[in-house]
């Protein structure tokens, strides 16, 4: 027994010495194979990748073009005219004639309030009228007899003086009616709703058969007007004057809405008046830009970015912006040479326009600087340049190796390390 459990205690330290060096090489449990050799395949993610030793980068030329100076700002698309529309009398809704979403037009008809209460106050009035005007009538008759009596010294003057006063009375009553059967009119044309302004229809906030007040807050519907429309933003005190000089010159300012994203151009209008004050809680003043907004892109109360454009520089020489880097010497940029190496190169930026920066010193054109990965690289660093040809390497014999899936394979198959 003793020599049979000496054997496998024998034979359990040979098998752990066999298997101890193939546990080695693998590294501790969790570790990935890139972690443990340096030159396996991976490297580093995103743009700046190792392939072969190299980072992979994207870039571009620098070039010149007419770059526009303009001013950034956060706006509000604002309607010209909004109207709340509410019944001016109180009543039965008896019929809508619109749909939600419609465009109406100024005068059309939107909804009917039943009429016949203020049909039968109109009757009444003019009944009433007609009344006072006999009694007016008859007033006049007896104050012409009177007065007949009275050169006859027939009768009393007072009695003269009471006639005339009733005269007055009644004709003051046919007035009173004038006015009432006016308010009878004027109820019964307000019980026929029709569109103040010209716009699109919002949701309807009542339905036929309720009644409806002078007092209820939220009205019928809404109408907005969508073109033109306006937008109303807030610039920077500094810019001010620049923006009041080319006004002063009686020439238009551009104004761009665009996207959240500040990339899409929705529409292209002119800046119409700034404000007549400089708000002193945030040192701005406000704007307004009139667009034409024929295809409605812009929304009421939409949120837009507003770019004015109050000069144009020709001939600029510019980059794009994310090829801009700041470090501790000051602004700079990765420019690739022929062979494919980088420099930092320090440079002095003038005006930004969206994704393009001007460039003032220590760049000329077609020179070609890094865009992307630039976080990966240090001066001397050689790179592939994702949007060029890569330059092949050469297998031992100075034959070219052919380029497959983005990696290169020599004639047996076998990758590179």
Not at 164 to 171: A, C, D, G, N
Request: proline letters at 5%; a positive charge; glycine letters at 10%.
């Amino acid at each position: 027994m003793l020599l049979l459990l000496a054997g496998l205690t024998a034979g359990w330290f040979v098998a752990r010495d066999r298997t101890r060096p193939a546990e080695d090489a693998a590294g501790p449990p969790g570790m990935k194979p890139s972690a443990r050799h340096p030159g396996a395949a991976g490297g580093a993610p995103g743009g700046g990748r190792r392939m072969g030793g190299e980072a992979r980068v994207g870039t571009a030329l620098v070039t010149r073009t007419d770059l526009p100076v303009s001013i950034g700002a956060l706006g509000t698309v604002t309607p010209i005219e909004s109207v709340t529309v509410r019944s001016r009398v109180e009543g039965e809704l008896q019929s809508l004639h619109f749909t939600e979403g419609q465009r109406v037009k100024k005068g059309d008809l939107l909804a009917q309030i039943d009429p016949r209460a203020f049909e039968v106050q109109l009757a009444q009035a003019q009944a009433e009228k007609q009344r006072n005007q006999a009694l007016l009538a008859n007033a006049r008759e007896d104050l012409a007899r009177y007065e007949t009596l009275q050169k006859q010294d027939s009768i009393a003057a007072q009695q003269v003086s009471n006639q005339l006063s009733l005269v007055r009375q009644y004709e003051a009553a046919v007035r009173s009616d004038d006015a009432s059967i006016a308010s009878a009119q004027l109820s019964l044309r307000y019980a026929r709703i029709t569109a103040p302004i010209s716009g699109r229809v919002g949701l309807r906030q009542a339905t036929p058969g309720n009644i409806v007040r002078t007092s209820d807050t939220d009205g019928l519907l809404t109408i907005t007007q969508e073109a033109p429309i306006s937008v109303v933003f807030a610039l920077p005190e500094p810019s001010i004057p620049a923006v009041r000089a080319a006004l002063g010159k009686g020439r238009g300012l551009a104004v761009e809405a665009r996207d959240r994203e500040n990339r899409a151009v929705l529409a292209t209008g002119g800046l119409r008046i700034l404000d007549n004050r400089i708000d002193v809680a945030t040192g701005t003043v406000k704007a307004k830009a009139m667009f034409e907004n024929r295809d409605t892109a812009l929304f009421p109360n939409q949120f837009v970015n507003v770019r004015v454009r109050i000069d144009t520089l020709a001939g600029a020489l510019v980059v794009p912006v994310s090829a801009v880097q700041r470090g501790a010497d000051g602004t700079f940029v990765y420019v690739v040479a022929d062979d494919l190496k980088v420099a930092m190169r320090l440079v002095r930026t003038g005006a930004l326009d969206c994704e393009l920066q001007q460039v003032t010193e220590g760049l000329q054109p077609g020179e070609r600087v890094v865009t992307d990965g630039v976080d990966r690289l240090r001066e001397g660093d050689k790179v592939k340049i994702d949007d060029a040809p890569a330059v092949p390497h050469k297998r031992d014999g100075n034959t070219p190796g052919k380029r497959e899936g983005g990696r290169e394979r020599g004639a047996g198959g076998a990758t590179p390390n």
